[in-house]
């Protein structure tokens, strides 16, 4: 599902390169739950993005379920993203005058989405996130846990192939992190996390620690 | 499959990026400023005629038309000066505003990226949410400004007894209203530019992460 050879990327700091992923080879098959540990400046929330497509990289392959993204316009990249791709951050990201509905439904209503569709399909989400008791309640209104649930709804609405999570349950106490993993773990689909919490890989499949750019 | 972006993408950067308070101050700063560009551009435009009707002229000392006269030119300097001030200060504001409205609205945009919105979406529906906010501000700025300045100018010719048919009361001219209107267009895509040029290729969505360490 997600194929990566000798991946580089550097930024550009006061004109000269700072290499952020020095060689990164990664192969991650369909279904696969891994999970990128690293230190705060290891790179790990860049190889996300790198992943998710919202930055380009400078060497190497990168192919997201069979498609090699190299040399794809922005507008590609932005439909692959779209058709291929939830996020799930760690601060949640949702839209605070919306409700839990509102903001599940918003990918929907970019694509076009019929309104009686859009309602059946928001309402089955929320209800797989535990969440059927809230669904018209502003997300203002709702614990940590059950905005990082809205969250992990509206990442999956679309029902992508791949989950990205950026430090998912680095806002949660323990209780709910737990919880928000097994979540994770129960979409049945490939999921990508990246934290610095070694605790959490008891739920993954895979782990690997990211050092400087380079994938241990 | 047609995407349908604009309108959910709208609200959505419309709905994050507001905090109802700050915007109307914003508003009101533009409107502000707009305001005393029109007034001043008014008092410009209308002293120059009554300066052009009467150049070359031998008027009497004393009388209503010498005082107009006498008046006029200092009030033609005075708003020519005080035009361009008044054009700097609205582009400025609006430049304020836009930015405002940009690093409010950047948070949500980010996450639009992230859902699939297109880039170009994206600035489109930022671009208008700063439109939003000038566009009534130069518009409200302009036409409390041209009712006061009407007011403010025929209590003057009354006060001074200055003969009223020579001043014209509708405001300042058309070309004037058009490079301060064309400049707060460019100040409010100012701050969309430079993003879009510091992103350098990349997504929006880069800037959640500038947003969680914050």
């Known amino acids: 599902m997600i194929y990566m050879e000798h991946l580089k990327k550097a930024y550009r700091v006061k004109g000269k390169p700072r290499p952020v992923l020095e060689d990164v080879t990664l192969n991650v098959p369909e279904g696969e739950f891994l999970i990128l540990l690293g230190k705060s400046g290891s790179g790990k929330t860049t190889l996300l993005s790198v992943m998710g497509l919202l930055e380009p990289y400078d060497g190497g392959t990168y192919r997201l379920d069979g498609t090699d993204t190299a040399g794809l316009s922005a507008k590609e990249r932005t439909d692959l993203r779209r058709e291929k791709i939830g996020f799930v951050f760690q601060s949640y990201q949702l839209i605070p005058t919306l409700t839990a509905f509102e903001n599940v439904e918003v990918p929907l209503g970019f694509d076009g989405v019929p309104k009686e569709e859009r309602r059946a399909r928001v309402e089955e989400a929320l209800i797989a996130v535990g969440l059927e008791d809230r669904i018209h309640q502003r997300v203002t209104e709702l614990s940590g846990g059950e905005q990082q649930r809205v969250a992990i709804a509206r990442a999956i609405i679309r029902q992508p192939k791949v989950i990205l999570a950026d430090e998912p349950t680095g806002n949660l106490d323990r209780v709910n992190a737990d919880e928000i993993m097994k979540l994770l773990q129960s979409l049945h689909r490939t999921v990508v996390m990246v934290t610095h919490d070694e605790s959490l890989t008891a739920y993954a499949d895979e782990v690997c620690a990211l050092r400087a750019g380079v994938l241990a | ?214």
Do not use: N
Request: charged share 15%; hydrophobic share 50%.
């Open chain 2, 1 to 214: 499959m047609k995407y349908k972006e604009d309108y959910p993408a709208f609200y959505a950067v419309r709905d994050v990026g507001r905090q109802k308070k700050r915007f109307i101050l914003l508003m009101l700063l533009v409107a502000l400023c707009v305001g005393g560009a029109v007034f001043v551009d008014g008092l410009r435009h209308s002293a120059e005629v009554v300066v052009s009707v009467y150049s070359g002229e031998i008027l009497t000392v004393g009388t209503p038309e010498y005082r107009a006269f006498h008046w006029a030119s200092k009030a033609a300097t005075i708003g020519g000066t005080m035009r361009v001030s008044g054009w700097v200060l609205s582009w400025f504001a609006a430049y304020y505003a836009a930015s405002h409205v940009l690093s409010h609205g950047t948070q949500s945009a980010a996450v639009l990226s992230a859902l699939g919105v297109r880039q170009k979406t994206i600035l489109r529906v930022m671009l208008h949410e700063s439109l939003l906010v000038l566009l009534p501000a130069v518009a409200f700025g302009t036409f409390v400004s041209t009712r006061l300045f009407r007011i403010w100018l025929r209590r003057r010719i009354l006060a001074e007894g200055f003969p009223a048919r020579l001043f014209q009361t509708h405001g300042g001219s058309i070309w004037s209203f058009l490079i301060l209107c064309a400049g707060i267009l460019l100040a409010a895509a100012i701050p969309l530019l430079v993003m879009h040029w510091k992103l350098g290729g990349r997504s929006v969505g880069v800037l959640f992460r500038e947003g969680e360490r914050e």
